[in-house]
């Protein structure tokens, strides 16, 4: 496909702006521009003490401990959390709304931009209106659920860190200043603080360290220590452990009779159940990019890999009230899921369709991005690494309790994956001005819904 909407034909220089040497920076402005519709959205946002931001941090601390912090923590600590570095900011911010409404403006921000540098996009002002665009498809829920301090401070503020991180660390010189690599040593700290990213940099700093480092692997030495460090500060919290009781006694009496292979499955079929089914626009937008980026293939077998997952989508989730009487499929897939994943037995092979179902829109998806991005083997790697490692982090709440409980909060990486995904494919093979304005103008709906 060509590059009709990259190619000296972008959105912006349509209605009038040029980005040359002799010109305004565009990029420049884009960002000034996403910053402050963040902020817009941001100062709006009313901070009530609903929900954990008030029952389980504000109230608490100033009842209980007399606005103490390190005795607030240290409670914590031993009866409830492991999470002590990131609830010192949860902390923070429930006393200070100014400093959560600023910090969540950056998060926010970051989340947008950084992509389009760590992949090194060419046509960055486009692409930051369109990577905006789709992270304001994250399902709001995942920014406010449990209240907006403690959601985002616990999930979009770590990946925001982990994000920074990269940020700082892929420079292609390596030459870090000192403060900046005091800064990801500190955004490691906050980012490892939470279990599912800690998961995350265990495997990601040794990759960065070989394979971009060498002989100066040594440099990111200090931060792999640190999430070490994280990793004992979660095994050998009390309060975890006391938590993990409390939760399966109040949420799943019978988890700990669950099998490995049932808390694995639990964790593989919640996970791209939330992702596959149940309506969420990103992955109809993932489903429309790879569709039409290889829409163009003679290939029958490229053109049916591609199309898979749109036609998913539309079956599953659009038409599926229409289609139910005519698909069987249809209420065999949906119908199977429960409180255990799905209703899979080993001695039951009509049982595996489900889990069948969704490993087969999972491997289309894999197969259309190999044909997409075959060209660049680091960047499909990294694609592959990112999409595995966002999912990673969803099939763990398998080993926990909460796994239904936790919400979709705990789904952000594996969402904000797709959003990646989708804004690599487009740049990749390009994308028309009137599906750049159609991702855009949803863009700016998601964002008018969230005000």
Same mark, same amino acid.
């Given at each position: 496909?060509?590059n009709?909407?990259?190619?000296q ?8 702006f040029?980005?040359n ?6 990029t420049?402005?884009?960002?000034v ?11 709006s946002?009313?901070?009530?003490g609903?929900?954990d931001?008030?029952?389980l ?6 009842k209980d401990?007399?606005g103490n912090?390190f ?16 609830e010192f ?6 006393q200070h ?18 992509p389009?540098? =760590? ?5 960055k002002?486009? *692409? ?5 665009? @789709?992270?304001?498809m #994250? %399902? /709001? ?12 401070t616990n ?7 982990f ?20 800064l990801? =040593?500190?955004l490691v700290?906050?980012?490892?603080? *939470?279990?599912q990213?800690?998961?995350? @940099?265990?495997?990601? #700093? %040794? /990759?960065?360290?070989?394979y971009?480092?060498?002989q ?5 030495a200090?931060?792999y220590l ?5 990793l004992a500060l979660?095994?050998?919290c ?6 993990f ?7 799943f ?11 694995i ?17 990103l992955f ?6 790879l569709?039409i980026?290889?829409s ?14 749109l ?12 289609l ?10 949906l ?17 595996w369709?489900?889990d ?9 998806i894999?197969v ?5 991005l075959k060209?660049?083997?680091i ?10 490692l966002?999912f990673?982090?969803?099939l ?23 959003c990646?995904t ?6 990749k093979?390009?994308?028309?001005l009137?599906?750049?304005g ?5 863009g700016?709906?998601?964002?008018l819904?969230?005000?």
């Open positions: 496909m060509q009709v909407g990259w190619k034909a972008s959105f912006l220089k349509h209605i009038g040029k980005s040497h002799n010109s305004i920076d565009l420049k402005i884009a960002i521009g996403i910053f402050l519709m963040f902020l817009i959205f941001n100062m946002v009313s901070l009530t609903t929900g931001d008030g029952i941090f504000a109230g608490p601390l100033l401990f007399n912090f005795s607030f923590l240290s409670s914590r600590y031993s009866h409830w959390s492991s999470r002590i570095i990131i900011f949860t902390l923070l911010s429930v709304n100014f400093f959560w409404r600023v910090i969540n403006t950056l998060s926010l921000t970051a989340m947008s931009v950084i389009a540098y =760590l992949f090194n996009f060419k046509k002002p486009a *692409l930051l209106m369109i990577s905006t665009s @789709l992270v304001l #994250i %399902p /709001i829920s995942m920014f406010s659920e449990t209240g907006w301090i403690a959601t985002t999930y979009s503020w770590v990946l925001s860190a994000l920074g991180f990269l940020m700082i660390t892929l420079k292609k010189d390596h030459k870090i200043s000192l403060v900046a690599w005091a990801s =040593l500190i700290a906050y980012a490892g603080n *939470l279990e990213m800690c998961i995350v @940099l265990i495997i990601v #700093i %040794p /990759i960065i360290a070989y971009f480092y060498g100066k692997w040594w440099l990111l200090p931060h640190t999430v070490l460090g994280n979660i095994y050998f009390k309060g975890n452990k006391l938590r009781v409390k939760e399966v006694s109040n949420r009496p019978d988890f700990t009779s669950l099998t490995l292979f049932r808390k499955e639990l964790g593989y079929s919640s996970s791209l159940k939330s992702l596959f089914f149940d309506g969420h626009i109809l937008v993932l489903g429309i990019v569709f980026a290889l163009k293939s003679h290939n029958v077998f490229i053109l049916f890999v591609g199309s898979v997952p036609i998913s989508f539309l079956i599953f989730n659009l038409f599926s009230g229409i139910n009487n005519k698909l069987k499929i249809i209420d065999t897939v119908g199977s899921f429960n409180k255990y994943g799905t209703s899979f037995k080993l001695s039951h092979p009509t049982t369709i489900t069948f179902v969704m490993l087969f829109i999972t491997a289309c894999v259309a991005l190999i044909c997409i060209t660049d083997s960047q499909l790697f990294s694609v592959l690494l990112m999409l595995f966002a990673i982090t969803r763990i709440l398998g080993f926990s309790p909460t796994v239904w409980a936790s919400g979709e909060r705990t789904s952000i990486f594996m969402y904000y994956a797709i990646v989708s804004l690599t494919v487009l740049e093979r390009g994308a028309s009137a599906l750049q159609i991702i855009m103008a949803m700016a709906f998601c964002y819904s969230w005000l």
